[in-house]
């Protein structure tokens, strides 16, 4: 199995990175792992044009790209701020999850097919706000989002959410070991998850630009 951690936190040595350590080392079997940060990667996260430009991916992007391609199980971590990722991995993914790469429209109807199908995920959030009431106060929006309308978009399935606080006022410290259980759980139980085909390679996509010509005819 291939799996691809990504690192969202901004700043170094935090929380969240070492929960992604804890998770890394709990993935059992035949487990191959790219790991990046994108506090590390080179990359422009503005997405200047929308889609009626193409934009070329730097260097980084394209590795991203690559290992998302091969990657069975993709796990994102990163902190909830304001109610969403950071900045730097709502860029990534604006410039990264483009049409005729994670998703292709259909000409005669308003469906479209989902490139990156046949991969799960994890993804792993540390916030300051209790779960239960990111839930049942707030409605889950960032998961719904994430769910529905980005990584379920694109065809990551099955799709797991770890919701971990409160980290403010020592909560972090008082429930570090429990945290490290649900991620291990998590890490231990990816190689069973149950993941479609996938649809094609990342040689076989269309490019970019063809998308865009695409959706102007």
Known sequence: MNVLIIDGHPDEGRLLSHLLDHYEGALTGAVAV????????????????GYSADQPWEPDIERV??????????????????????AALKGLMD??????FSFRYHREDVFWDRLLAGRS??????????????????????????????????????????KLGVTRRG??????????????????????????????????RQHFADAIRERQS
Do not use: N
Not at 95 to 100: A, M
Not at 127 to 132: A, Q, Y
Not at 184 to 190: N, Q, T
């Open 121 to 162: 995920a994890d993804v792993i959030i540390t916030m300051d706000t209790p779960p239960w009431y990111l839930r049942w106060i707030y409605g889950d929006p960032v998961i719904r989002r994430l769910k529905h309308q980005v990584l379920g978009f694109c065809g990551f399935k099955p799709l797991r959410f770890l």
């Open 34 to 49: 790219t790991r990046f940060a994108v506090r590390d990667l080179s990359f422009d996260p503005v997405l200047h044009r």
């Open 171 to 204: 909560g972090a410290a008082r429930q570090l070991d429990a945290w490290r259980r649900e991620v291990a759980r998590a890490a231990i139980s990816a190689g069973g998850l149950k993941r479609g085909s996938k649809r094609i390679t990342l040689t076989g």
């Open 95 to 100: 410039r990264l999850l483009l049409p005729g």
């Open 65 to 86: 790209a690559e290992a998302i391609d091969a990657c069975d199980h993709l796990v994102v971590g990163f902190p909830l701020w304001w109610g969403a990722e950071p």
